[in-house]
């Protein structure tokens, strides 16, 4: 027979009258709960359910709980009715600035587990409080990338400087930034970035040091489970002091570059990414001082990065 059942959170006094969250359950059959609630997945929207799963019901969650929250609600009710997985199916907020969400889910029992309630089976629940179960944080399958994002990274480049100068170079760029996501695959980002280069005109060699404001439009393309293709066009601004044998030139430079080859992994839980990019085609605008206009273009360049998402 079917049965539903319907557990309302405690009334609790919240800011601005919002309410707490409630859950509501559809079981068509319960089993008995697994040993612990850590033993429930949860799996992301865009995740596969494994082929063991087999459906028991369905729940919601509605009320002012972010996705943590909400999932961690989800998860301890999936476990009262001995279900292996939850499978979320969507996460929507009331407004576009709304805290308050409605998470709706599917609940999968496992048939590698013999878990089956007799009728004479008493079951002792002990479940936590609502409010802890609220503070539980849990780690769901594919949550989606946070729009908010830092980043450190550095590159090492060894190519030819081609146009005005007709150097070459050894380059290494150490950069620190934040980013943020304008759509699901456009991002942008503003870091600061010092350069050391070792350079070589004809046969006058020197150093040449460099501070300057960098931004960059990045694509983010999945390709995979964990990994994207992000190349990314960078625009910025450099104060350059070179000494060259015993000439000193200082000079500043608007920068344009394009990196084809790059990509990420990201980290199961999305909260971390790291990155490997080969390759750069690039054009130099010396604005004063050294005024050739230089472009280079190397596949001896290796980038690498860690990144932080909020």
């Not at 964990?226 to 430079?253: C, T």
Request: proline share 3%; charged share 20%; hydrophobic share 35%.
């Amino acid at each position: 027979m079917r049965k539903s059942f319907t557990i309302i959170g405690g009334a609790l006094v919240c800011a601005l009258y919002s309410c707490s969250p409630s859950v509501t359950s559809n079981i068509i059959h319960n089993y008995h709960p697994l040993e612990t609630v850590d033993e429930v997945v949860v799996i992301g929207e865009e995740e596969k359910l494994p082929g063991d799963a087999e459906w028991i019901g369905s729940a919601k969650v509605d009320g002012k709980a972010d996705y943590d929250q909400m999932a961690s609600l989800t998860r301890l009710e999936a476990w009262k009715y001995g279900a292996k997985y939850v499978k979320i199916k969507s996460f929507t907020a009331y407004g576009q600035n709304s805290r308050m969400h409605i998470m709706n889910s599917n609940l999968y029992r496992s048939d590698l587990v013999d878990n089956t309630l007799n009728l004479n089976d008493h079951v002792d629940y002990q479940t936590p409080e609502i409010s802890e179960a609220i503070s539980t944080s849990i780690t769901p399958f594919n949550t989606e990338v946070k729009p908010f994002y830092l980043l450190i990274g550095g590159n090492l480049e060894s190519s030819k400087v081609s146009g005005g100068s007709d150097a070459s170079q050894n380059v290494i760029n150490l950069s620190f930034g934040a980013g943020c996501f304008v759509t699901k695959s456009l991002s942008v980002e503003l870091g600061v970035q010092y350069s050391r280069e070792t350079v070589d005109y004809d046969k006058t060699g020197g150093l040449s040091y460099g501070n300057g404001i960098m931004s960059a439009l990045v694509y983010h393309r999945k390709i995979s489970e964990r990994f994207y293709y992000i190349p990314q066009l960078d625009l910025g601004y450099v104060y350059f002091n070179s000494k060259l044998d015993e000439a000193r030139i200082k000079y500043d430079a608007v920068c344009a570059s394009l990196i084809p080859l790059a990509f990420e992994y990201r980290s199961q839980d999305n909260q971390w990414g790291f990155q490997a990019g080969l390759g750069e085609f690039g054009l130099i605008f010396p604005q004063s001082g050294n005024k050739n206009q230089d472009y280079v273009f190397s596949l001896n360049q290796v980038s690498i990065g860690v990144v932080k998402y909020f």
